[in-house]
Nanobody, 122 residues
Framework: QEQLVQTGGGLVQAGGSLRLSCAASERTFSNSALGWFRQAPGKEREFVTA????????YYADSVKGRFAISRDNTKNTVYLQMNSLDPEDTAVYFC???????????????WGQGTQVTVSS
């Protein structure tokens, strides 16, 4: 099973910004929607945002809407998560995921990244 490769986590102060990257194989990337999920301490994994293959459709959780932005570069087989105006509540392990089937809130999650720690201090 293919595992996506993530980079870009770290420690940032509240109000700051970070950008995460996630690379996949060409075969996986070209046939998948890409999404980001996160898991905070003591909480279950939750949906953050996702983008369609063409990039025309994007969806965001209410908690990050207006602050986070997802994008994908099909020439580099990479999806990005730009995080602005970070809050300590955003502290979590962030995972990228590739889905061959994405129907509304249903996400097949065929492949996952290793996870990247994002810590926001106050």
């Amino acid at each position: 099973q293919e595992q996506l490769v993530q980079t870009g986590g770290g420690l940032v102060q509240a109000g700051g910004s970070l950008r995460l990257s996630c690379a996949a194989s060409e075969r996986t990337f070209s046939n998948s929607a890409l999404g980001w999920f996160r898991q905070a301490p003591g909480k279950e994994r939750e949906f953050v945002t996702a983008i369609s293959w063409s990039g025309a459709s994007t969806y965001y959780a209410d908690s990050v809407k207006g602050r986070f932005a997802i994008s994908r570069d099909n020439t580099k087989n990479t999806v990005y998560l730009q995080m602005n105006s970070l809050d300590p509540e955003d502290t979590a392990v962030y995972f990228c995921s590739a889905a061959s089937q994405w129907y509304g809130v249903s996400w097949s999650g065929d492949y996952w990244g290793q996870g990247t720690q994002v810590t926001v201090s106050s």
